[in-house]
């Protein structure tokens, strides 16, 4: 990544001295590659106005460069925060899913059960529950983002959030 930024730069320091030497060209300065001596007295007046000139073209040239950086770089912050939201949204739904599941069948099993606790057939049972519950109520973005991560890694972030929720219960 580091390399992308110093090849960043060495482009943009190109494209600066570039449009500084076209700008110059352009406006009738001579930009020789070798140092000449110092133009007669006559002439530096209009060399100064021609240079003036010159600056003001790389100016533009600078602002359009700049203007393309921000918006790339505010394009890119918004696809992660409009990629987080959807992230969010799928993990309410999976939290909803699990509540819901613990509410219809978690406590009825336990109340059955003679020590109080699931069987891990239950155990199963009941994640797949809470998985099936949330691919039905998933909407907008949720549903094809719970879709793409499949039943693996679905199953896996409810046994999380079911972690979580039994370590918030003992506190």
């Known amino acids: 990544m580091k390399w992308l930024s110093v090849m960043g730069i060495v482009v943009l320091s190109f494209l600066f001295l570039s449009g500084i030497l076209l700008a110059a060209e352009s406006s009738g300065i001579e930009v020789p590659l070798i140092p000449s001596p110092d133009p007669a007295p006559s002439e530096k007046g209009t060399n100064y106005l021609n240079l003036i000139l010159a600056l003001e073209t790389t100016w533009k040239i600078i602002g359009m460069i700049g203007t393309v950086i921000v918006g790339w770089v505010f394009k890119l912050i918004g696809s992660k925060v409009v990629k987080e939201a959807a992230d969010k949204e799928v993990l309410d739904v999976l939290h909803e899913s699990v509540m819901a599941t613990y509410t219809e069948f978690v406590q009825e099993a336990k109340r059955a059960a003679r020590d109080g ?55």
């Open 117 to 171: 606790k699931l069987t891990s057939e239950e155990i199963k049972t009941a994640r797949t529950m809470a998985y099936n519950k949330a691919i039905a109520s998933a909407t907008g973005t949720a549903k094809p983002i719970l879709v793409a991560w499949g039943k693996e890694k679905a199953m896996s972030v409810i046994e999380l959030i079911v972690n979580k929720l039994k370590k918030k219960k003992a506190a």
